[in-house]
């Protein structure tokens, strides 16, 4: 991952013992692999800005990452859910190795696949942050 935000992301998932005690080392960035087992959590970004000045652009940051959860079992996804937004909601100061601003919970939206008997939610978080210029 080149990202610095993901990777911030990815080792903070990871690095959560009630999260991993759910998901284990299901975690993808971008992709879940072909042959992932239930339940599973994929990230991505799917919008950002860099901040500018009048002397051109800053080290401000803002990104939107959106958080799928794919479940057979709804209380996986609550359980799941949960644990991204105490992980991210409302966190300021390092994250993973990102200085972090803020994270805040946009949207929370349930969805069920009938055909795959699956529940696969979205939670998007926008992250303020800061990146080095070096």
Known sequence: MNDTLLSSI???????????????????????????????????????????????????????????IYSKNYTNVEDIRNRLVALIHGQTGTFGSTELWVGQLLSDEDSFTHQADTFSPSLDFMFNYEVSLT
Request: net charge neutral; hydrophobic share 45%.
């Open 10 to 68: 990815f080792a903070v998932l990871n690095g959560d013992a009630g999260l991993t005690a759910i998901v284990g080392d299901r975690i993808y960035p971008v992709k879940a692999d072909q042959t992932a087992s239930f339940p599973y959590v994929v990230f991505l970004k799917v919008s950002g800005t860099i901040g500018i000045h009048m002397k051109g652009a800053s080290n401000d940051r803002e990104a939107r990452i959106q958080f799928d």
